[in-house]
């Protein structure tokens, strides 16, 4: 064992208290954080900016002006510039997804340049915090980092704490005997544990209480989630560019989802290592210094989080004190406010996450992630924020308003209809002069508008995998070129299949944060198992006569077949979300399974002898 690791007393479940200041910030006043380096600027990122974003309104524009000329026929309404808008509004988000996608394969051909910075020293902090998870998979995953760690040469001390909030008490004592086991397995490694008595504020709270107890004995502390995994060349490499740039005071990596056993969690699993890598580098590129935070698998300069970073609870309707939800975009934009840098790196490789095993487990997760983001809205005229943090909280929330926006686009196409005379609204009619006065859907219109919608939302999957490749990925870590081109059809089918489901449900889950409907923080389903078919029923009743009554538009003649794709989506949606949890063995090949990381087989291994000792009541052996 080298020096990276300090030897820890076998009767301590946690070290001697180092108490650090974490104040609350006021969002109404500015901070600036005196430890923070002043000057430092990024002409790069400057330069990337204007390369995306100019791209993207331009063609926003050009549409705009196609549009408007398309309902100019007798003039233009206030119906029809309002829907003009809001057909812009949708087209600049995706063209903005498909500059950077291009600017990030672009960026992915070339080398990236060494730093060979000197390297001081820091004592790092791994926190895993966990609420009601599975106690193998959680101690597992942190045997297998603090494992790998001790055979890792270098100077930086790392420590793993294992924060628990767990309510029940037979999970609590899984977690105990869990945590034993590691301890004897590992001895002299220091992995801490610690459950709450009151878990107030949620995550927020487990955290803040850790740095304000043990915050001061740390240079900087690893965020992961309960099903982080990290290589230890990856916290190595995280460790080393934190201790290069003193102005750094967050470096966040790209997670990349391992470990998925069906259907649609392979489908999200393939789709982020394949097109994921292309949008998180040109991401990285024009957001430059002014980066975000994901909430895990990022390393944090514990001083300036402690000094910058102390979130407040926020007024909502009626003056109630609301906890901010998604902390982690936030706690970004104050450590970015206070004068620190939040950077991305993407090419630090062995940084991973699992992913929901279902279509409902993902969509659970989808609502509480929508509530979170929404209420970023609030916090956009926070004093003192960067712009471009404010454009973080704005996109998060933009993505899940994005949803009700295309559903009300895809009912005004229903509702045109096929011709003047079989439209469900009269758009001609004079007794309404003010209703749009849309010109005939042709065949060669719609064939246009399908031909955009499906170009612009599949090119940047196309150009994500091309850029792969052309980066020097070998096709036999794909599983082969014909293997490869079958997984890449497959998510495709399956990406559009699952596409009108989601969008669906994310309308009703922004109607839902609106309306103030209540949202249960269950733990995350990991494992997952199916649904039976009443449960399935019931969840996409919504999505089911929706679909109905497409059909029926479509045998009378009043619903264009162009929406046949979305029809189908919707009145399949109970067969799908089964088919999405079904196991998927084989197909949709990631680089990360067809040479499995060491830390992910050593894990793999630790989960199965925690999970065999755990059910039989002893601690497992060497």
């Not at 063609?59 to 206030?78: I, K, M, P, Q, R």
Request: glycine residues 10%; charged residues 15%.
């Amino acid at each position: 064992m080298d020096g990276c690791v300090r030897t820890t007393d076998p009767s301590a479940t946690m070290p001697p208290a180092s108490p650090l200041a974490h104040p609350k910030q006021d969002l109404r006043r500015g901070f600036r954080d005196m430890a923070a380096p002043h000057g430092v600027r990024d002409a790069a990122a400057a330069y990337w900016r204007g390369a995306v974003f100019a791209p993207a309104a331009l063609a926003t524009a050009a549409l705009l002006w196609a549009f408007l000329t398309w309902f100019a026929t007798d003039g233009t309404t206030w119906a029809e510039a309002l829907l003009t808008m809001l057909i812009g509004v949708g087209f600049f988000w995706i063209a903005l997804t498909f500059v950077t996608v291009l600017g990030g394969g672009l960026s992915l051909t070339r080398p990236t340049s060494s730093d060979d910075g000197e390297v001081a020293p820091l004592d790092v902090a791994l926190l895993m915090p966990i609420y009601e998870e599975d106690p193998w998979q959680v101690f597992g995953n942190a045997a297998a980092m603090m494992e790998a760690l001790t055979k890792r040469s270098g100077c930086h001390r790392y420590t793993l704490y294992i924060l628990s909030d767990t309510r029940g008490p037979d999970r609590a004592r899984q977690e105990e005997a869990a945590y034993a086991a590691i301890r004897d397995r590992l001895p002299g490694v220091p992995i801490w544990y610690r459950r709450r008595t009151e878990n107030t504020d949620r995550k927020v709270g487990n955290l803040a209480q850790w740095v304000t107890t043990w915050g001061g004995g740390h240079d900087a502390m690893l965020v992961l989630d309960a099903d982080s995994l990290m290589s230890a060349s990856a916290i190595g490499a995280l460790s080393d560019a934190l201790s290069r740039d003193p102005s750094a005071g967050l470096i966040q990596s790209f997670p990349q989802l391992i470990g998925a056993r069906t259907l649609f969690a392979r489908s999200q699993q393939f789709a982020n290592a394949i097109y994921g890598v292309a949008l998180a580098e040109g991401l990285a590129r024009w957001t430059g210094r002014e980066g975000n935070y994901w909430g895990h698998n990022a390393i944090i300069r514990t001083a300036a989080f402690a000094s910058s970073a102390g979130l407040p609870h926020m007024r909502g309707l009626g003056g109630k004190q609301n906890l901010i939800l998604s902390h982690d975009f936030v706690e970004a934009g104050l450590l970015r406010r206070a004068g620190w840098s939040v950077r991305f790196l993407p090419r630090v490789r062995g940084s991973y996450e699992e992913t929901p095993p279902s279509l409902i487990d993902h969509v659970l997760r989808d609502r509480r992630w929508c509530r979170g983001n929404l209420q970023h809205l609030g916090l956009l005229g926070t004093r003192g924020f960067h712009a471009l943090s404010r454009f973080h909280l704005f996109h998060g929330a933009v993505g899940y308003l994005l949803s009700p926006l295309w559903f009300l686009l895809l009912t005004l196409w229903a509702a045109i209809g096929v011709s003047e005379d079989r439209s469900v609204i009269n758009y001609f009619s004079p007794e309404n002069p003010t209703l749009p006065n849309w010109p005939e859907m042709s065949p060669i219109n719609h064939v246009w508008l399908m031909v955009v919608l499906y170009g612009l939302l599949l090119a940047p999957k196309l150009i994500g995998a091309a850029a792969l490749i052309g980066s020097g990925t070998p096709l036999a870590r794909l599983g082969g070129g014909w293997q490869f081109a079958g997984s890449l059809l497959t998510e495709i089918a399956l990406s559009i299949a699952y596409a009108p489901i989601m969008m669906v449900q994310q309308t009703l889950a922004v109607l839902g944060a609106l309306t103030g409907r209540h949202v249960d923080w269950t733990p995350q389903t990991r494992s997952g198992g199916q649904y039976g078919w009443r449960v399935l029923a019931r969840f996409h009743a919504v999505e089911t006569g929706l679909g109905a009554l497409l059909l029926v538009g479509m045998v009378t003649g009043y619903i264009s077949l162009w929406l046949l794709p979305v029809m189908a989506s919707l009145i399949l949606s109970v067969p799908l979300s089964r088919l999405s949890s079904m196991p998927f063995p084989s197909g949709l090949a990631t680089p990360q399974e067809v040479r499995s990381p060491i830390v992910a087989r050593r894990a793999d291994r630790w989960r199965s002898e925690l999970q065999a000792a755990l059910r039989a009541g002893v601690t497992p052996a060497e």
